[in-house]
């Protein structure tokens, strides 16, 4: 089995065809959305190929030690996490087809109207080694 991350993107993807932000869909369609997706990683607890996955607040921070008695933290920018990623994913599948076709079908998580989002989303898969340093 290998474990992949699957991301799910605010934006920085090609558009989605049912490409209606969030903010903008009724309570009812936000309900079918988040439906869709527990019945999904429910369905993956069932078959042993879902890990964990959450979804992110829109919240966050930067954390660096900046030495004693300096505040560490900073609110952002944020252009790789905060701004981008809406949630996540991790899956432990047979092979990277399978990881492929479970994205597909995570893709088409219902959005505004109730159609289908049909959204990119982004598989990585986890290092399975540490990466090898070249004499």
């Known amino acids: 089995m290998a474990k992949y991350l ?3 993107h605010y ?3 090609p558009a989605a065809s049912n490409d209606v932000p969030m903010d903008r869909w009724t309570p009812e369609e936000i309900s079918a959305h988040v439906q ?6 429910a369905r993956l607890e069932g078959s042993g ?8 607040a829109p919240g966050g921070m930067w954390v660096r030690y900046d030495g004693e008695g300096r505040p560490p933290v900073t609110d952002g920018p944020f252009a790789e996490t905060k701004d981008l990623i809406a949630g996540w994913m991790v899956i432990d599948v047979d092979s ?4 492929i076709e479970l994205a597909g079908e995570l893709s088409a998580a219902p959005g505004a109207g109730g159609e289908p989002i049909h959204e990119w989303l982004e598989v990585r898969p986890f290092l399975t080694a540490p990466p090898t340093v070249p004499e």
Not at 49 to 56: I, N, S, T, Y
Not at 96 to 99: I, K
């Open 6 to 8: 699957l991301l799910k």
């Open 11 to 13: 934006r920085g993807a």
């Open 36 to 41: 869709y997706m527990q019945d999904f990683a």
């Open 49 to 56: 190929e879902f890990v964990d996955g959450q979804a992110l």
């Open 96 to 99: 990277e087809q399978r990881a």
